[in-house]
């Protein structure tokens, strides 16, 4: 028994000292948007912190902001801000919650590079995405079949593009929804008559950026610039949520996103800053 007991004494010492040399582990989750940005953010931030290092992992705002409450993430990355059953959720298990705004994001709508349709206004988004608008001839294209991609409904992507495009109209039951931002780029590369939409960051030559125009003003482009002087319309806020009980965790690695260094790599990232 003494043997067993000093065994178990030295085994905790040696955790204690391995836990100590590693220090601490800041857990993020959430929006598929955000991520990119997070793992870009962190990369750097782990190479000059000591005692701690950053693990991000994606899942969508809804999945962060569930781990949160669940207490298996630090931080919740989100491209919404909460909702209100959300809200309920936190007060019910007694977490008094932080939001930090860290960037914006620029949503861009997004086709197939061999589509000849290079704009499209608000309302012709809003019909093609609840199903009004079904053959891209009927926007002066290819008589070609439309095939809508979408986020699920989980993510903060998927809410805010039905708020603020959709004017809160619900999808076409024909949809097809995705799990990741990834996935969307991959399907609609893949398809000829597919639309979607992503985060200005995700873009890449295998998929073309749509100019859109709101309310009979002129076409604009969803570039960075265009978002940062206002001409772009559909930029939102990316937001992080923490428990104020693990601020002293979190902290240093938010204030790194804030600082001049962490906002140049917003910018460098294809995300617009904040500072």
Known sequence: MAHMRNWLILTAATLLISAAAFGQTVRIMGSDTTLPLTQKEAEVFNKTSKGTSIAVTGGGSGVGIAALIEGTTDIAMSSRPLKFYEKLKIQTAKITYKQVEIAKDVLSVIVHPSNKISRLTRQQLEDIFTGKITNWKQVGGADMRIIVYTRETSSGTYEFFKDHVMNKKNFAR???????????????????????????AY??????????????????????????????????????????????????????ILSPKGQQIVKEDGYIPVK
């Open 174 to 200: 024909t949809a097809l929804s995705l799990a990741a931002t990834g996935a969307v780029i991959q399907s609609i590369s893949q398809t000829k008559g597919a639309i979607g939409y992503v985060g200005l």
């Open 203 to 256: 873009l890449n030559k295998k998929v073309k950026p749509i100019s859109v125009s709101y309310e009979g003003k002129g076409y604009v482009e969803p570039t960075l610039q265009n978002a940062q002087t206002g001409q772009y319309p559909i930029t939102r806020p990316l937001y992080y949520f923490y428990n104020q009980k693990r601020e002293k965790l979190v902290n240093p690695f938010i204030n790194f």
